[in-house]
């Protein structure tokens, strides 16, 4: 089973609107991460946050945390076509240094120019 | 040049046929990862591997095998491929210091 599930599933905004999509996990992590995948290509990461920190940002990203509920949103402000592609959420988990990336379904963003 | 490799990026296969799948990094992790991605079911774990002598089956390996080579290779190989096999398929390796994770650009296999 996957650790984590991202919602919804797809999105489909205007470009200039942000674009919010969540993650909620199962089990305790140490850290969260989001990746981008264009069509059928390779993840490519976009940011970290570790399970003591409640909010990031990074450009137009930003990302929360919130242990209590296990679940963390991504926020993509301003909106822009390329923004379009797959968005995962990668937990975390595993004591002793034995993390193993264990990746969602993915949602889907897709933006109107 | 990438920092994860694989070869080939696309592959069509009859059914029954052994096929590898080759994976190279120069990120210098030990850590390296074996996924495969179907439509609606994200990426699902195959096998792992923390080092050259340490392999893990992950969540779906039956009709899978693993060799790790080196540090920088791990090939991942299907005995006799069956039509359900059909995915997309990543390698990754990840930086134990930061746990990102970077991935090759997949492979796509077709088994008729």
Redesign the interface.
């Known amino acids: 089973?996957?650790q984590g599930e991202e919602d919804p599933q797809a999105l489909s905004i205007q470009e200039g609107e942000n674009a919010t999509m969540n993650c909620s996990y199962k089990t305790s992590i140490?850290?969260l991460?989001w990746?981008r995948q264009n069509s059928?290509?390779?993840?490519?990461?976009l940011i970290?946050i570790r399970s003591n920190e409640r909010e990031k940002h990074s450009g137009r990203l930003r990302v929360t945390l919130d242990t209590s509920k296990k679940s963390s949103s991504l926020l993509i402000t301003a909106s822009r076509a390329a923004d379009t592609a797959s968005y995962?959420c990668?937990t975390?988990t595993g004591a002793g240094?034995?993390?193993?990336?264990?990746?969602?379904?993915?949602t889907s963003l897709i933006v109107h120019p | 040049d990438a920092d994860?490799t694989q070869t080939p990026r696309n592959r069509i296969t009859k059914t029954g046929k052994r096929i590898m799948l080759e994976c190279s990094q120069t990120k210098g992790h030990d850590?390296m990862?074996w996924?495969r991605q179907d439509p609606?079911?994200?990426?699902?774990?195959i096998y792992?591997s923390?080092d050259v002598k340490d392999i893990n089956k992950?969540?779906i390996s039956d009709g899978y095998s693993v060799s790790r080579q080196a540090q920088a290779k791990f090939s991942l190989s299907l005995e006799s491929a069956i039509p359900n096999q059909t995915a997309?398929y990543?390698c990754?390796t990840?930086d134990?210091w930061?746990?990102?994770?970077?991935?090759?650009?997949?492979t796509?296999l077709t088994v008729v």
């Open positions: 089973s996957q140490n850290n991460q990746y059928g290509r390779g993840l490519v990461h970290l995962f990668a975390s240094g034995s993390y193993i990336p264990t990746f969602g379904r993915g | 994860v850590r990862y996924y609606g079911l994200g990426l699902r774990l792992y923390f992950g969540e997309l990543f990754a990840s134990p930061t746990d990102e994770a970077f991935f090759g650009q997949g796509r």
